[in-house]
C-alpha cells in the first residue's frame, strides 16, 4: 500500500498582518477526522484504512533554534520515511523551509502554487522571510525548476517586475478561461495557500481577496495532475477568521484529494 505521511508546521512568526495560522494543524485534523465525514477521496483512496495515513504530529518549536532550521529538518525526516508528504501550516513562510528539505531530495521539480497572492516580494515590511515573500527566497535558492502560480488577483508593479526575473509562469485570475492547466514533466509539488480559494469558499484567512477559484476548480485542476506528486503544503488557514470551522473542512477536502492523487501519481 502507497501511504501518505502528514506533519503539522504550527508557526506564524512571519504573518505581516495578523497571527493565528499557528492554530491550525489541529483544527484541521479535527475536520479530517470528524465523524460528520467520510475519509474516502473522490479518486477511490481510503484513508481510513490501516496505514495509509501516517501523521507525524505537529513541530514543536522551543524558540532556542532557527525555526527555519527546525522545519527543514522535522521536514526531511518525515520525507526519509518514505512516503509524499502533505504539511499543514502555519503560514505561507514556512514553505521556503520546507523546499529546502524538499528540493534536497527531488534534482527535478515543478511547484503549483494556488494563492489570490504571489508572495514573491523581496522582502515586505522589511522582513525577508515574510508569508508575503517566500517565492523570491525559493527562486533565489533554485528550489524548483519551475514555479506556477493559479488564481493570482493582487500583482502590482515589483511583483511583476519579480515574476519576469525569476521566470514565474502565472495563470492570473484576470484573463483566465476555462484551460488552467500547463504540460508538467517532473514531479510536483503543490503548495496551497487558502485564499487563491474566492472567501465564499474559504472565508477563514487574514487576507481575503474576492474574485478566487472554487473548491470545484482546484479539486478538478488538482484532479488532472498526472507525474508524482511529492510533496503538498496547505497554509494560511486562519480559525480566528473562520465561520463555524468552513474553511477547515475545505482544507480537509483538498488535504484527501491531494493526498489521493499522490496515491494514484506514486503507482504509475
Ligand atoms: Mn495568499
Ligand atoms: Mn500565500
Redesign the pocket.
Given at each position: 500500500m502507497i501511504s501518505i505521511s502528514l506533519l503539522g508546521v504550527p508557526n506564524d512568526d512571519n504573518s505581516s498582518f495578523m497571527k493565528g495560522p499557528a492554530e491550525a494543524p489541529a483544527l484541521i485534523r479535527q475536520e479530517l477526522h470528524s465523524d460528520a465525514y467520510s475519509l474516502w477521496s473522490e479518486t477511490g483512496t481510503d484513508f481510513s484504512a490501516q496505514g495509509r495515513l501516517i501523521d507525524h504530529g505537529d513541530i514543536r518549536f522551543d524558540g532556542a533554534a532557527d525555526p527555519w532550521d527546525v522545519i527543514e529538518r522535522e521536514v526531511g525526516r518525515a520525507m526519509d520515511v518514505g512516503h509524499p508528504l502533505i504539511c499543514l501550516g502555519g503560514d505561507?513562510a514556512i514553505t521556503h523551509p520546507i523546499m529546502r528539505a524538499v528540493r534536497r531530495r527531488h534534482a527535478a521539480l515543478t511547484i503549483l502554487h494556488f494563492?489570490a497572492?504571489c508572495?514573491i516580494y523581496h522582502a515586505y515590511q522589511g522582513n525577508p522571510r515574510s508569508?508575503a515573500s517566500p517565492f523570491a527566497r525559493i527562486m533565489e535558492e533554485r528550489l524548483a525548476d519551475r514555479l506556477i502560480q493559479v488564481g493570482i488577483r493582487t500583482n502590482n508593479d515589483h511583483h511583476r517586475e519579480q515574476i519576469e526575473r525569476f521566470g514565474v509562469e502565472v495563470i492570473e485570475a484576470v484573463g483566465w478561461g476555462s484551460q488552467l492547466q500547463r504540460p508538467i514533466t517532473t514531479p510536483v509539488y503543490i503548495s496551497l495557500?487558502l485564499?487563491g480559494l474566492d472567501p465564499a469558499y474559504a472565508p477563514g484567512v487574514s487576507h481575503r481577496e474576492p474574485g478566487g477559484l472554487s473548491t470545484r476548480q482546484v479539486i478538478d485542476f488538482i484532479h488532472t495532475l498526472d507525474r508524482p506528486i511529492i510533496g503538498a503544503d496547505i497554509?494560511?488557514y486562519n480559525p480566528r477568521c473562520d465561520i463555524s470551522n468552513q474553511t477547515a473542512l475545505v482544507a480537509a477536502k483538498l488535504l484527501k484529494e491531494i493526498g489521493g492523487m499522490m496515491v494514484k501519481t506514486a503507482r504509475k
Open positions: 505561507h494563492d497572492h508572495d508569508h495557500d485564499d497554509v494560511e
